[in-house]
């Protein structure tokens, strides 16, 4: 049995409050009248107007939602290609290097890989823009795609593969019918991710950006580096706001399949 | 092998051969090259044109001239050096500070778990760049952090904690945090219960049990944590930026900087090949970390 | 009227749905099939029965499509099946684990199998219905596996698998996740399913009775071997080896030297006890043999029986009441303990032994086996 004992009760408080006092802050002065932080003006919204207005912020949120929603897809589709190499692929010539291409973006600074992709893009004479962006997020995202899928991968029972082939399905129809529905979650999870580190990324972005093509992020940075600007805080409590509305929602989810196990396993008992 | 498994695993490999270690290979390259006032902005380049006669003469232009450098001035390698043990510092705070909260998560009633890792999985979520931007409103000497010390009057004047090394280590344990919480408790959830009772059984006291079996059955968690902070901290760069001062001396701000400000790609280079051979084993020992906790597994 | 027996492996015109030649799968040093062959007939409810590690589930999933033979042929219908991949063969699988679909309904996971072929929608329609009827899963058809109970899994497992009316129907430890009762029931209603569908069955097991029960042959395997393939009464009373006849319900196996004279063997196996006499089917060379008897076959009475050569003095060791039998484990003077089993066909406890008891154990002429060593 689990109690919350004081020791873990207080770590827990104090961990989440070190975790959320300086987002609660942001999200407080956003609504700052006055532009310091030392200083409460009283309630105002005029930030957030001043920020929609913003047509660089704006443009920057439109490049970053297109790089977002295309490097994550490619991302999730490598990704999910990698974990079924990584889990079944077996041996194969190579195996070493490739997994070991797998974990090392996970860990690897990003200067280093926004530096050797800009280095490439130039070699070949790809010029810089939105499209060199997506390549160079699909490539470091997709390895974290690959990491979850794979972990799903793992404890997948394959005996119900095996059931889709004895009954007629060609290998590709097994994937798609029986192992694609079942480890969706875990797919739609790497999506996610991809997603949220494509649309967070500021280092690699730097690097690989054209003129044309400024990420929000990139934005962000450098108006940061200007000076605390309050637009800042109202651009940071509406995406903080995103995220808790998408995180709440995705876990709500979660909560009702769980509901719905619990209650589809009584009605099993009930009926045997 | 046949062609439907050889394209499986040929797509994402030969993805990730062009796209991440050829990049690799390219950055050795102009490190040994020089800089010029051209584009691209290095010397020896490529011609291909000129067929192999071509390449030899590309590389008998190399040298190791930027390492020279590199090795010679005092700025770089105290840069390593201070990269090295700030990193290595912000992991053990993370440690300290992220265990208790991965123990008491995996101690606390089954009801509870979902929502502490939705409160653990939000900020991480949340963007990078904010979570540090939050930071400077708290941390400078006007900032709310000294407004509340000197409210409860601990202190007189404000402490002078951003724009030094202090912030940087804030910034880095506070943004890293949920990497070292996540896999710590992914591997304490795993924990059979019924070894702890054993042990008590057997005669243990309660801290024994936990040095003795939880300790040593999370080490797998806790080096996976401990890597995910270790090795992208060595080489961060926009929190020393925000946060540090001119002073704070990371070797990701470093190279920034000679890619941007000083446009000396061969010498970014350089500092990029020297960090990778310093990541490398620990890289490396990641992975098999990785590779035997999935083996585990299966 | 004469029982028609079904004995396809006696009639040399059969031939066989099943042939295995000289089949032999090697995993890296492990062999876990060594140079087997067997035939199986159309309409055999065919068991293969041994412990674990034995070779019978890597025989069931080279018969499936999921393994090949390192060496050998198998034919199915004549034909070698090696080239095939599995969801091409016409022979169908029910798991251990059920492997039921878990992202679709009773109803679904039946119709994937029909949902492959060209089969027009009606047809699956119908065929799925069947189905639920054969197994009496009707009322379940929209649930999910996860909303049912582990015996209705099994069955809508097993309505998936003869979906598709497949030659072949391979059932991999279909009954080891029920509870006992269940279990017997159950194994009477597949071998009804099985009449009634007229498929081959093949069944994995490494339950002994369960092989017993429903089988028409039973091939008991070892270390990648078969060791004897039989129908169930010859298993059973006539075990070619002493590790059929120990594999296969209790037993007592008595060493000792053979000799033959006018038809009667007499075998001398213990000093001081008299010898073993039995009339042989077949001939026994002189030797040593093992004899071999079934504890049901030995009468326990307090006198010596008049008319039985064979019968032994002992002392009542243990015994072991269940129910409808009583197990006496007997200890003979010389030290050998033999197991005899008497019916509690008395209903009052007027028991006639006892612990300490001294008995007579008696056994005709023709009770045992006697193999060769």
Same mark, same amino acid.
């Given at each position: 049995m689990?109690?919350?004992?004081?020791?873990?009760?207080?770590?827990?408080?104090?961990?989440?409050?070190?975790?959320?006092?300086?987002?609660?802050?942001?999200?407080?002065?956003?609504?700052?009248?006055?532009?310091?932080?030392?200083?409460?003006?009283?309630?105002?919204?005029?930030?957030?107007?001043?920020?929609?207005?913003?047509?660089?912020?704006?443009?920057?949120?439109?490049?970053?939602?297109?790089?977002?929603?295309?490097?994550?897809?490619?991302?999730?589709?490598?990704?999910?290609?990698?974990?079924?190499?990584?889990?079944?692929?077996?041996?194969?010539?190579?195996?070493?290097?490739?997994?070991?291409?797998?974990?090392?973006p996970l860990?690897?600074?990003?200067?280093?890989?926004?530096?050797?992709?800009?280095?490439?893009?130039?070699? $070949?004479?790809?010029?810089?823009?939105?499209?060199?962006? $997506?390549?160079?997020?699909?490539?470091?995202?997709?390895?974290?795609?690959?990491?979850?899928?794979?972990?799903?991968?793992?404890?997948?029972?394959?005996?119900?593969?095996?059931a889709a082939l004895d009954l007629g399905a060609t290998p590709f129809e097994a994937f798609r019918l029986v192992t694609l529905p079942i480890i969706a979650p875990a797919v739609i999870s790497g999506w996610l991710l991809a997603l949220t580190l494509s649309l967070d990324d500021l280092v690699i972005a730097s690097f690989v950006a054209g003129p044309s093509a400024t990420t929000l992020p990139i934005k962000v940075f450098s108006s940061i580096r200007l000076g605390v600007s309050p637009e800042i805080n109202a651009l940071s409590t509406i995406l903080i706001l995103i995220v808790t509305v998408g995180t709440v929602a995705a876990s709500l989810t979660t909560k009702r399949a769980v509901m719905r196990r619990q209650k589809a396993e009584q009605m099993a008992d009930q009926s045997s | 092998m046949n062609l439907r498994r050889l394209s499986l695993i040929a797509v994402p490999y030969l993805w990730l051969f062009g796209l991440f270690f050829v990049p690799f290979l390219i950055v050795f390259k102009i490190s040994l090259s020089d800089i010029a006032l051209s584009i691209p902005p290095y010397t020896p380049t490529l011609e291909l044109s000129e067929g192999w006669a071509g390449f030899k003469d590309m590389v008998s232009k190399f040298d190791f001239e930027n390492f020279e450098f590199l090795a010679t001035d005092d700025l770089y390698w105290k840069s390593y050096l201070s990269s090295v043990q700030i990193a290595l510092i912000s992991t053990f705070i993370c440690l300290l500070i992220g265990f208790p909260i991965a123990y008491g998560m995996a101690n606390a009633p089954k009801e509870w778990q979902p929502t502490l890792m939705l409160l653990v999985i939000l900020p991480f979520w949340t963007s990078f760049l904010i979570r540090v931007y939050s930071l400077i409103g708290l941390l400078g000497q006007e900032g709310l952090l000294n407004q509340f010390l000197m409210w409860i009057g601990l202190i007189n004047d404000p402490l002078i904690i951003l724009n030094t090394n202090l912030a940087v280590y804030i910034g880095i344990v506070y943004t890293y945090c949920p990497f070292m919480i996540l896999p710590i408790y992914a591997t304490l959830i795993k924990l059979d219960g019924s070894l702890l009772e054993a042990a008590e059984d057997l005669g243990c006291s309660r801290t024994e049990a936990f040095w003795r079996i939880t300790v040593p059955l999370s080490k797998a968690g806790i080096i996976a944590g401990c890597f995910l902070v270790f090795i992208p901290a060595l080489g961060e760069f926009v929190i020393p930026s925000l946060l540090g001062g001119s002073d704070t001396l990371m070797i990701g701000k470093v190279l920034y900087e000679e890619f941007f400000s000083n446009r000396d790609w061969p010498v970014a280079g350089a500092v990029a090949v020297i960090l990778l051979l310093i990541l490398i084993v620990p890289i490396v020992l990641y992975q098999r970390n990785e590779q035997k906790m999935m083996e585990a597994e299966q | 009227m004469p029982e028609i027996l079904f004995e396809p492996w006696k009639d040399p015109e059969a031939k066989p749905l099943i042939r295995f030649q000289n089949v032999t799968k090697r995993f890296g040093d492990f062999t876990a099939v060594d140079d087997l062959s067997v035939d199986i007939y159309e309409k055999e409810f065919f068991a293969l029965l041994g412990p674990s590690g034995c070779g019978k589930t890597t025989m069931m999933r080279m018969l499936a499509g999921f393994e090949n033979p390192t060496s050998g042929k198998i034919m199915l219908d004549g034909k070698d099946i090696s080239p095939i991949p599995p969801n091409k063969r016409s022979v169908n699988m029910m798991f251990q684990s059920y492997a039921l679909f878990p992202h679709l309904t009773v109803y679904d996971n039946i119709a994937f199998g029909l949902k492959r072929s060209s089969m027009p929608k009606d047809q699956i329609? @119908?065929?799925?219905?069947?189905?639920?009827?054969?197994?009496?899963?009707?009322?379940? @058809?929209? &649930?999910?596996?996860?909303?049912?109970?582990?015996?209705?899994?099994? &069955?809508?497992?097993?309505? &998936?698998?003869?979906?598709?009316?497949?030659?072949?129907?391979?059932?991999?430890?279909?009954?080891?996740?029920?509870?006992?009762?269940?279990?017997?029931?159950?194994?009477?209603?597949?071998?009804?399913?099985?009449?009634?569908? %007229?498929?081959?069955?093949?069944?994995?097991?490494h339950d002994q009775e369960e092989a017993m029960t429903v089988a028409s042959r039973v091939a008991v395997m070892n270390f990648g071997k078969l060791v004897q393939v039989d129908t169930p009464a010859q298993i059973y009373e006539a075990p070619n080896s002493a590790y059929v006849a120990d594999f296969i319900g209790d037993v007592n196996i008595i060493e000792g030297n053979a000799t033959t004279r006018?038809?009667?063997?007499?075998?001398?196996?213990?000093?001081?006890?008299?010898?073993?006499?039995?009339?042989?089917?077949?001939?026994?060379?002189? %030797?040593?043999?093992?004899?071999?008897? &079934?504890?049901?076959?030995? @009468?326990?009475?307090?006198?010596?029986?008049?008319?039985?050569?064979?019968?032994?003095?002992?002392?009542?060791?243990?015994?072991?009441?269940?129910?409808?039998?009583?197990?006496?484990?007997?200890?003979?003077?010389? %030290?050998?303990?033999?197991?005899?089993?008497a019916a509690n066909s008395r209903r009052r406890a007027s028991r006639p032994f006892t612990w300490e008891d001294e008995v007579w154990l008696s056994w005709t002429d023709t009770a045992g086996v006697v193999l060769d060593n």
């Open positions: 689990r109690r919350l004992t004081w020791f873990n009760a207080t770590s827990l408080t104090l961990g989440f409050a070190f975790l959320y006092i300086p987002m609660l802050i942001v999200i407080i002065y956003s609504f700052n009248e006055s532009r310091l932080v030392t200083v409460w003006g009283g309630f105002s919204t005029k930030w957030y107007g001043e920020l929609l207005q913003n047509e660089a912020f704006l443009s920057a949120a439109w490049v970053t939602f297109k790089v977002g929603f295309f490097s994550s897809i490619i991302a999730t589709v490598l990704g999910t290609m990698g974990a079924y190499v990584l889990v079944r692929g077996g041996r194969f010539y190579g195996r070493t290097l490739f997994s070991g291409m797998i974990y090392a860990v690897m600074p990003e200067v280093i890989t926004g530096l050797s992709l800009l280095l490439l893009f130039i070699s $070949i004479g790809l010029d810089r823009g939105l499209f060199t962006i $997506i390549l160079a997020h699909a490539t470091f995202s997709m390895c974290y795609v690959s990491v979850v899928v794979s972990s799903r991968l793992v404890s997948f029972d394959r005996s119900v593969e095996e | - | 329609d @119908a065929r799925v219905m069947e189905m639920l009827r054969l197994v009496q899963i009707e009322k379940f @058809a929209k &649930r999910k596996p996860e909303q049912i109970s582990g015996g209705q899994r099994q &069955r809508v497992a097993l309505a &998936r698998s003869l979906a598709k009316a497949p030659k072949l129907l391979l059932l991999d430890e279909p009954l080891s996740a029920l509870d006992k009762k269940l279990r017997q029931d159950t194994q009477f209603e597949l071998m009804d399913i099985q009449e009634k569908t %007229g498929t081959t069955f093949v069944i994995v097991t006018d038809n009667i063997v007499s075998i001398a196996w213990a000093e001081g006890q008299p010898e073993i006499i039995g009339t042989p089917s077949k001939p026994i060379t002189d %030797g040593r043999v093992s004899f071999i008897i &079934r504890p049901e076959k030995i @009468a326990i009475s307090t006198e010596k029986p008049a008319d039985r050569q064979n019968a032994v003095q002992g002392t009542i060791l243990d015994i072991a009441y269940l129910g409808n039998l009583s197990t006496y484990h007997v200890k003979l003077a010389d %030290g050998t303990i033999i197991k005899a089993q």
